[in-house]
Antibody
C-alpha cells in the first residue's frame, strides 16, 4: 500500500526550531516529488513547496521561501519540513503529499499524509 | 501567483440535490485544475484532475468541467457522505500551485 506517514503533533515556544517528517512507503520514494501543504486553524489549504528526493531539487512558494526549509533523506525514504525560529503564526496543520505522476512536480496530489499539528505558543 | 476564487464559499443543500461549485482563475490555466474534498479532521482527497478526469475510485456523481479561467465541480445527486469542504487547485504556475478558498457544503 502506498502511504505517507507523518510525525506526531508538536507544541513549541516562539523562537524554537522544529523539524517534522513524512515517511513514504509502498512505492519508489526517489521517483516521486513530495510536497507540503499548510492549513491554519479553520482556514484553507496553502501550497508551500515541493522536493524531489532523487536529487533534492526543491521548489518553494514565494510566500514560504526563506520561512521554511524542505529537505529529504532518500536513504530512509523521509521528507522534512523545518523551521529555524517558530512564530505563533506558524500554528497550523501541515500535510505532506505525493503527486499523481512520478515525473511531474506540478501535478495534483493523490496521496496525502495524515497531517502534523504544530502549535506555537508561549 | 495565480489566484483562484471559489463561489459560493458556503452552500446549504439537501440529499439528492444537484450542486455546482465554481472556481475562477485570475489568468488562463488551460485545463490544469484539480478538485479536492476535505472532511473535518481529515486530509484532503483528490476527486478530479486535469479539470475533468475523475480520480480512480471516486463516484461518478462527481464531475468537473471548464478550461481557461472558469471551472465547475458538479455533484449530480448529493449524498450524506458528500457534506464536506471542496477546494480547487491550479497546476499551471511555475511558482506556487495555489488553492482556492474552499466551499463548505452543509446539510439543509
Amino acid at each position: 500500500e502506498v502511504q505517507l506517514v507523518q510525525s506526531g503533533a508538536e507544541v513549541k515556544k516562539p523562537g524554537e526550531s522544529l523539524k517534522i517528517s513524512c515517511k513514504g512507503s509502498g512505492y519508489s520514494f526517489t521517483s516521486y516529488w513530495i510536497g507540503w501543504v499548510r492549513q491554519m486553524p479553520g482556514k484553507g489549504l496553502e501550497w508551500m513547496g515541493i522536493i524531489y528526493p532523487g536529487d533534492s531539487d526543491t521548489r518553494y512558494s514565494p510566500s514560504f521561501q526563506g520561512q521554511v526549509t524542505i529537505s529529504a533523506d532518500k536513504s530512509i525514504s523521509t521528507a522534512y519540513l523545518q523551521w529555524s525560529s517558530l512564530k505563533a503564526s506558524d500554528t497550523a496543520m501541515y500535510y505532506c503529499a505525493r503527486p499523481l505522476r512520478y515525473f511531474d512536480w506540478s501535478d495534483a496530489f493523490d496521496i496525502w499524509g495524515q497531517g502534523t499539528m504544530v502549535t506555537v505558543s508561549s | 501567483d495565480i489566484q483562484l476564487t471559489q463561489s459560493p464559499s458556503f452552500l446549504s443543500a439537501s440529499v439528492g440535490d444537484r450542486v455546482t461549485i465554481t472556481c475562477r482563475a485570475s489568468q488562463g490555466i488551460s485545463s490544469y485544475l484539480a478538485w479536492y474534498q476535505q472532511k473535518p479532521g481529515k486530509a484532503p482527497k483528490l476527486l478530479i484532475y486535469a479539470a475533468s478526469t475523475l480520480q480512480s475510485g471516486v463516484p461518478s456523481r462527481f464531475s468537473g468541467s471548464g478550461s481557461g479561467t472558469e471551472f465547475t465541480l458538479t455533484i449530480s445527486s448529493l449524498q450524506p457522505e458528500d457534506f464536506a469542504t471542496y477546494y480547487c487547485q491550479q497546476l499551471n504556475s511555475y511558482q506556487a500551485l495555489t488553492f482556492g478558498g474552499g466551499t463548505k457544503v452543509e446539510i439543509k
